[in-house]
DNA sequence: TTAAATATGCAATAAAGTTGCATTTATGTA
DNA sequence: TACATAAATGCAACTTTATTGCATATTTAA
């Protein structure tokens, strides 16, 4: 089988051991276009204890095959808007800085969003940037 | 007390009701650089109830008084890294595509991220872009 | 084949989000 | 100023997700 031989490949070269749940969300993984929240796995996986994709996702996280997109769900957190102060200067766009020595995040409301480009037939609404290092009080 | 007036100013021009714990709330924003989540105010303002806080919040969202910041924490969505297949590849930047139509999270892994600016002293370690909008499959 | 290391399932707990309802408070009007 | 109405608050309850401990099962290397 030589996908499951690929899938095994990939477990060995981050250090994983192969296994059938594994295996299997892996390859629930490479067969999709979108990124996959846990109760995604949930119910795709129903022969998986949740605690199982849990800590499969921790590991997938943990070697690198895959990485934790930013949300607004969960433990939000919020920022005066610019446009509390000057109500008619309506923005959706920002760029949050997050220090990862001292946890805080900041808005940069004076820096300007860059222009990004997506592919053809999509439509922006907003855009958000978050950067993560290391902020002057911490250096 | 001017201070009070120019925060009931600023509730009154967003169309909300003028209360005790709003305008707490609003001040703690006003006097704090850092971004703030629920538990902090919790922490901060013990005499309301939580859920008092969480409606607070809600409101000043919904008013656009605050916006609510990205985040790597809570309900986590997912996406298979590039590298996953190329080990030597790494990159730490991603544009992700969150569709406002069907909810999809697509990574935009040919996009590159533009070039930001941070102020004098922060150091870049991550660069994380979020688009928000009309994927092409929901046009 | 076997021992050691690791993964899984189950139970339990913690933390955060959310809603319903009774009570209190803010606001516009008489 | 007093009152009626609409909105805000506090409390209880419930849901979802995150997280840990431990016993059992599985993987891997010798």
Not at 43 to 48: A, D, R, S, T, W
Not at 92 to 105: L, S
Not at 121 to 137: F, H, L, P, R, T
Request: glycine share 4%; aromatic share 8%.
């Amino acid at each position: 089988m030589e996908n499951t031989d690929h899938l095994k490949e990939i477990l060995e070269s981050h250090n994983l051991r192969t296994t059938d749940c594994r295996k299997k969300v892996l390859r629930f993984f490479m067969n999709r276009e979108a990124a996959l929240s846990q109760s995604d796995l949930e119910n795709q996986f129903k022969q998986y204890d949740r605690v199982t994709l849990y800590r499969t996702l921790n590991s997938f996280l943990a070697s690198g095959i895959i990485h934790k997109i930013p949300n607004y769900q969960g433990v939000a957190t919020y920022g005066l808007s610019r446009e509390t102060c000057s109500p008619h200067d309506h923005d959706d766009n920002h760029i949050h800085f997050k220090c990862n020595h001292c946890g805080q995040i900041q808005c940069l409301d004076d820096k300007l969003v860059p222009e990004v480009t997506v592919p053809k037939g999509y439509k922006i609404e907003a855009v958000n940037m978050i950067v993560d290092g290391i902020c002057a009080q911490c250096t």
